[in-house]
C-alpha cells in the first residue's frame, strides 16, 4: 500500500529509479568538475579545505584590489615568500618541457610535471597544496582558463602568462593591427617609425588593393607571403618578382589569412650567410609594469645566401635550418659577442655596434611593445611573460623588428651560449619569484638597474610618480 500511494508498483521499481539517479548524479559531477592541467597525484585532503577557505578570503578582497591604484613607495605582495615552500613544482599547460628549466629544477631538487590538455577530470584545487610553490607555463590563451584566472589570487602560484598578451605575441595580423593602432593617436604611423618592414593585411579589403597598386609601381620590390598564424616557417613564400604573386594573390578576399611584407633589401650577410637576431624581454610584473632585457643570439643560415636559391636560404629559423644538410648547432647559433667580433673585422666604425646601437633597439623596441599591450593586457596577480623578439639588420647597420613571439627556444648544449642560457634561466625564476614574494626592494630601481644578468627596461612605478609619458612618436624620433 505504501509504494503504491508513492507511485511504485513493486519495491523493484524503487531500486532502478535509485540507480538512476545515482547515474544521473555521477554524471552531473563529472560534467560540473573543473578540468585540471594534469595528471592525478594524491595530495592530503586536508589541503583541499584550507586552499577553498584561502581563496575564498581573496576573492571578498578582490573586487577591491583590482580598483585600488598602486603606491609610489610600496607595491603589494602577490606571493608568499619562497622559503615558505618545501617545494616548487613545474606545470606545463599546452607547451613543451624545455631542456633548460629541466635542468634548473633537477639542480635546486624541484619537480616538473608532464603536461596534459584541459579535458583531464581531477579538480584543479589538487594543482596547488599549501607546501608547494607551483609555476605554470602555458601558451597566451591561457589565462583565459577560468580555473587558472582564479588561482592566481592564491599566493602559492606563478603564471607565466600575461591575459590578453596574444595581441601582441600571437598570429602575425593581430601583432601588426595592435601596433597601428596604438601608434595612430600620437599624431604618426607604424611606418614612421621605421621600426617594422612595411607591411600589407590580405584580409583588409582596402589596404589589399593598395598592396597590388604598390607593385604594380614598383615591380622589382621582393616580398615574403606569411601565413596570419604560421610557426616555424611553415607555409611561408618567398617572391622576388611581382608577377608570380599577383598571378597567385591577386584577388582581394576579406576571407584570405595572409599578409605581404616587404623583403628587407641589401641585408647584412655572415660570411655571405642571412641571419637573424633574436632577444628576451620580460615582463616581470604587471601591476605595477616592470620590464627587463636579456641578450640572445643571432640565427644564421647553414646555406651561402642568394636571392634566388630556395627558402632554406631565406628562413634562418631553427625549424627549416635544421633540415639543411651539414646543419650543427655551433653554425647555427651565434653569441652576441661573436657577432660583435666579426662587425668589428669588417666596419671600424661600428666597433661596439652591439651596445651602441643593436642592444638599445631592442630594449626600445620591448618599451614600445609593453606600452602598446598596456591597453589590452589584462593585470592579473602573479603572472609574468618572456618574449621572443626577432630582428633583421640590413647592410647600412640598420636594425629591423619582425616580430614578437611568446615561449621561444631557449638554446641548449651550444658552444658559447650555454652558460648564458643556464644563467638566463636561473636569474629570471629568482627574479619573477622575489619581485611578487617581496616587491619593495623593486620600487625605487630605474632602468639600466639589473638582477643578475637581466637588465631592467622599465619601471612602470617610477614612470607614473614621475608623471613620465610614453610618446612613440618622440621615442623614435619620427621627424
Known sequence: MFFTVLGFRRP???????????????????????????????????????????????????????????????????????????????????????????????????????????????????????????IIYGTSYALEHQYIRNITWSQRVLVASVSKAFKVTGPKNKQLITFRQFVEPFGCSLNDLKLMPKSFLFSENNECLDFFVHISKNTKSAWIIKPYGGYGGNDIEIYNTV????????????????????????????NGRKFDVRAYILIARTKPYFLFYHPGYLRVAISKFSASAGREVHLTNTHVQSQVRGFTMDDHFWSFSAFQQYISNISMSNDDFVHTKLEPIIRQTGLFILQAGIKTFERLPATYLMLGLDFMVTADFHVWFIEANNYPLWPSNVKGLDKQTYEMANHMLDLVMEIHSSPDMFVKLKPGARYGSWELVYNELQAKCSGVQYNPCKDFRVQ
Open 243 to 270: 608577377s608570380p604573386l599577383i598571378d597567385k594573390f591577386g584577388k582581394c578576399d576579406k576571407r584570405s589569412r595572409y599578409l605581404a611584407q616587404e623583403y628587407l633589401p641589401n641585408l647584412l650577410l655572415l
Open 12 to 134: 523493484r521499481s524503487i531500486v532502478r529509479t535509485c540507480i538512476f539517479l545515482v547515474i544521473l548524479f555521477v554524471i552531473y559531477l563529472v560534467l560540473t568538475s573543473p578540468p585540471s592541467l594534469l595528471k592525478y597525484e594524491s595530495r592530503d585532503p586536508t589541503n583541499y579545505a584550507s586552499l577553498k577557505r584561502s581563496l575564498l578570503v581573496h576573492a571578498a578582497h578582490r573586487a577591491l584590489a583590482e580598483n585600488l591604484s598602486f603606491s609610489c613607495t610600496s607595491l603589494p605582495v602577490q606571493l608568499l615568500p619562497v622559503s615558505s615552500f618545501r617545494n616548487v613544482e613545474f606545470y606545463f599547460f599546452g607547451k613543451p618541457i624545455m631542456q633548460v628549466f629541466k635542468d634548473v629544477s633537477d639542480e635546486r631538487h624541484w619537480k616538473w610535471k608532464l603536461l596534459l590538455n584541459s579535458s583531464s577530470t581531477a579538480r584543479i584545487e589538487r594543482l596547488i597544496h599549501a607546501d608547494a610553490l607551483s
